[in-house]
DNA sequence: CTGAAAGCGCTTACAG
DNA sequence: CTGAAAGCGCTTACAG
């Protein structure tokens, strides 16, 4: 089959090249019935404009990229990316966008990507996940001028659009709520150091710890697998003072938090609170169902994608807050006995 | 910045642009020291050539497609999607292909899609999953004339590639399995009626369960979501004559499952064996351990992209078994008591 | 309001 | 082995 272009319609209307080009674009230059005209035609005959010979002369390339460096270990594993990507794609469909995916190995990888899809003009600006303390990938956004817009923050995201949520916040009411049910000795397994989010909870951890007046409270850095939940898991629950409730930096891990207590035949929660970060349904499967700190997850990235499509189209890099995630308490929750 | 393209490198190397694209792309027409030459010019500067002015003179866009029809809610929660994906994009990235992802909510939007990317020129070749029985979009791959590669089969792939696996297989060997601990009464919670791999799967569990001389072996149909697993697996227990065994056709309804069965009082595997399909992370997660069937998901994912890409490098549509997922026997099954 | 033309950055026959 | 030129299918000033 071969391809209708403008140059079909342009015969079969009867104009010029350029005036279906106005008409199909909504540029001024044609009248609204000859528009009307060079519309219907361009449907009936199912045209779609090439994307190359678009791209080519100046126009967007309706395309963003999104890298993902995390190891296929545990992106299968995570439901947050596949539930962020389906927010971005609701956002990006409607304005017929398309997203280009790449996984990476490494942060120079990832660089090197941003730099061939920045020379390739391949796609029109991009979005940054798991933000990092001092992150190299921000100055070399900047320096490329390619639009991006990091989902993290607030801080380290340089002169970059962001869109970001509370962590603080939430694990404070967390905590908040583990002591008023008794608890005074949590513990909590960390995600990635050096990860900007990781480090703003550990931060916030160690303050309200400190503030409720809880001696042993400490994190133990993982790497979000089960394995890494696991592991962690059974070093503080081995230890002489074991604690009396744990939170998990994501639900994985948690999930594999309760697998071991009940391995080791503690109850949870009446000898261990569990708590995890991210509410995927994964959280009301297991049993009991855990209580977990949720936030709409496809909504962060609609709004990712809207505020990337906007600096596309010419607004000036902003910060925005999503909502702050939200504890459900649910069965893994209890005042220790 | 402005972007490098193969003028700057001409000026540079006192050559013509087109002595840059033949040392470039490996073509003969210049000489091996000018193509030294060039190459290292094009290095240093940091060139990446414009993917749209390639793909407009009649190149490939280095591009392959993936919709994925699935509601965002069993998507997040399917680590297969994101294994297949990290296994597609090893391979792609190795060729320096680009994928390019949309989430679709029906089959007619899945189609149109199709016939989007290809107007567009925006993709050279597409990979199809969740293959249904006559399924609609292998006619219209067939009319266009799109390169694409079926993830799935054997059987109503019309003249288009495919890579599958024997799931039949892999559903005899566990029946006998079960069968030989002593299971006489086994049930299985399918996926959605009318995907091709669904019908395979109870055509063969029919069919074994007839020669095993299993009087009640009867499937639910479900749509792989825990709340559907769930389901299923209540109105199975709450039967009089309950099942002793339940396979599942895939690991998130099977742990649904078995949180049921714990809800309600019974052991695992004493009352009740369980295995799963898909043998994710997730089934080493939860206590028990998961008996579950599995396969290198990321390997199968690759072998579809190789095949996709030798089709667009102009190779003929060719049927590709992947391997047969094994049986991996863990805390979930033993004999019934 | 409309048409003819240049140009985006490549690739690829076609001459020398 | 190399250069000059046409062409891919659009968009967008520039004339009429």
Not at 299 to 312: E, F, H, K, N, V
Request: hydrophobic share 45%; aromatic share 4%.
């Amino acid at each position: 089959m071969k391809r209708p272009t403008i140059a079909d319609i342009a015969r079969q209307a009867g104009v010029s090249k350029g005036a279906v080009s106005y008409a199909l674009n909504g540029q001024p230059g044609v009248s609204e019935s000859t528009r009307q005209r060079i519309i219907a035609i361009a449907t009936e005959i199912g045209f779609n404009p090439n994307s190359a010979a678009r791209a080519l002369s100046g126009a967007p390339a309706r395309a963003i990229g999104l890298a993902l460096c995390r190891p296929a270990r545990t992106l299968g594993m995570e439901p947050f990316f596949m539930e962020l990507i389906s927010g971005v794609e609701a956002e990006l469909s409607a304005m017929s966008f398309a997203l280009t995916l790449q996984v990476v190995a490494n942060a120079d990888d990832e660089i090197a990507v941003y730099r061939r899809w920045w020379g390739e003009r391949r796609v029109d600006g991009v979005l940054i996940c798991d933000l990092r303390v001092d992150d190299p990938r921000v100055p070399v956004l900047e320096e490329l001028q390619l639009p991006a817009v990091v989902i993290g923050g607030p801080g380290h995201t340089g002169a970059l659009a962001h869109v970001w949520s509370d962590d603080a916040a939430a694990l404070v009411e967390t905590m908040e709520y583990l002591a008023a049910l008794g608890h005074r000795r949590i513990a909590r397994v960390g995600g990635m150091p050096g990860l900007l989010h990781t480090e703003t909870r550990t931060a916030a951890f160690d303050a309200v710890a400190r503030r409720l007046g809880l001696a042993e409270a400490s994190t133990i850095g993982a790497d979000y697998s089960g394995e890494d939940g696991t592991r962690a898991t059974r070093r503080l629950l081995s230890s002489p003072q074991r604690p009396t409730a744990i939170v998990y930096d994501n639900d994985v891990m948690a999930i594999a938090g309760l697998a071991v207590a009940q391995e080791m035949g503690l109850s949870v929660p009446g000898d261990l609170s569990i708590v995890a970060w991210d509410d995927s349904p994964l959280c009301r499967l297991v049993h009991p169902a855990l209580t977990a700190l949720g936030r709409d997850i496809p909504a962060y990235g609609s709004q990712s994608a809207r505020t990337l499509l906007d600096l596309i189209a010419g607004a000036a890099p902003a910060g925005y807050q999503a909502e702050t995630a939200r504890l459900t308490p649910r069965g893994t929750t209890a005042p220790p006995r």
